[in-house]
């Protein structure tokens, strides 16, 4: 929210309180002031209102001048001082006016001031606290951990000192100033007078005791929209928005909650971020598990897991990169990548890492729970085969043909960190991997994109997947004693 409309707004409470005050005054001084009631009452009451409007005139102009930026605590009194400081002005504006015009005694006018003074000190109060409302509103925080603690119980207190001391003070000065009255007064006309002195003393009583409850009500709204803004922001961190903050309005208890509270949210918004760079590295369901492990401390190591591995390779890209620029090479790996990724995870699959132009995914890591069969491999198969049918928007979009080669292989690896307590890497370890990748690499002889193991072959389910496929024979893999029975992709 603005200064200007947050002036705006004041200004709207400024003139409800000066148009009150001047309606109060001319009641007041018609019902108790013998001069004022020797005038006509719309001539008294536009003496009021001719003063009450140069009052607004000028909080008009010197408001936004005064609290210009909202400044905490300082935008506060001076806001009092504001409202204190032009009825005071009036007061003694409207005594010399109603002496030298009028021909009102000093005693006379002096009531007036006190009236005035008895209405600003209630609107210098309540202004305050819709300052403080506005500012609340407006979310913006301010430093004010160089400003001393002040506790909400001391406030409170002052706030009801200074109410119940200016009140008391004020019905004392009404029925001291009475009593001087009627002392002076001859035997004949004290009954008479009596009357009106009580009818002034009820009259004060209740318009003080309406303007207290009014601060009153002002003050506990403030104390519940301060814990609203609280309770909602807690809300919305609990529903997953971090985009949300407290503002601290002073040096309190409210301030100390709302700077932990911020300060909550902010390591929840660097979790959050952590956690968004670590899906970037590995999958989200794995990047979540190590933030969950983390608050054990990072192990290295890993656990046993059934799975599918899937290998693949760019054909011939050792010769492209010697003759595309280094720009080239990696905006075409970035695209190849991104959809084989996009692939990957939408058979659920996660990809582990990339090696130059190669990709090494695995499936079944994180479906089914430590120890449990894979039962993924027809997830597996196709996601190969979309890879493949994928190839031709990609060379579609690059311009040039590209070929790929996969390897899969079904059985145990060991997933976990690896490396040294200072440099980890997530990862799968296991001769899964190397026959994935000897298989890769046997594509190239068979001349045929794809080729899986008889160990993914024998656990496909879905009948169309087999057909896709033909036997190739058996051989022996580079690092393997046993030959392995391998199957390619018909055409």
Known sequence: MTTDVQACTTSRFALYYYGLSAALMTVYGGLVCPFVDSLPVWRWALVLVAGYALAFAARLVLEPRLIRQPQGLLAGRRQFLLDTGLP?????????????????????????LLATLCFGFFMALDMTLQRERLLAASGISRDVTALPFASLTRRIVLLAS?????????????????????????????RHQSVFVGLEIVFVSLTILAFTLRIVWAYSRNLRMVFDIQTETLRAVRNGNLDVQVPVLG?????????????????????????????????DRVAEQL???????????????????????????????????PETVVEELNAYFSTCVRIVAEHGGMVDKFIGDGMLAVFGLVNH????????????LRAALDMLHALGGLE??????????????????????????DRLEFTVIGDTVNTAARLESLSKELTTPLVISDAVYNALSDPGLKQALEPAGEHRLKGKRNAVAVWRLKG
């Open 88 to 112: 005071v002005l009036l007061g003694a504006g409207l005594t010399a006016f109603d002496t030298l015009v009028f021909g009102f005694p000093v005693e006379s006018g002096l009531k007036v």
């Open 162 to 190: 200074c109410v119940v001391t200016f009140n008391a003070s004020l019905v004392i000065l009404v029925v001291f100033k009475d009593l001087l009255y009627l002392h002076a007064l001859p035997a004949d006309l004290l």
């Open 251 to 283: 040096h309190d208890e409210f301030g100390l909650i709302a700077h932990g509270t911020n300060q909550m949210i902010v390591g929840l918004r660097e979790k959050q971020r952590i956690r968004s760079l670590l899906g970037k590295v590995v999958d």
């Open 291 to 325: 933030l969950q492990d983390s608050a054990q401390g990072v192990a290295l190591g890993g656990t046993r897991r059934s799975v599918i591995v899937l290998m693949s390779d760019i054909r011939n890209f050792t010769a492209f990169s010697e003759q595309a620029e």
């Open 369 to 380: 729970a430590e120890g449990a069969p894979c039962t993924c491999h027809d997830d597996a």
């Open 396 to 421: 579609a979009e690059l311009g040039h043909p590209m070929r790929i080669g996969i390897g899969m292989h079904a059985g145990q690896v060991v997933s976990g960190l690896v490396g040294s307590p």
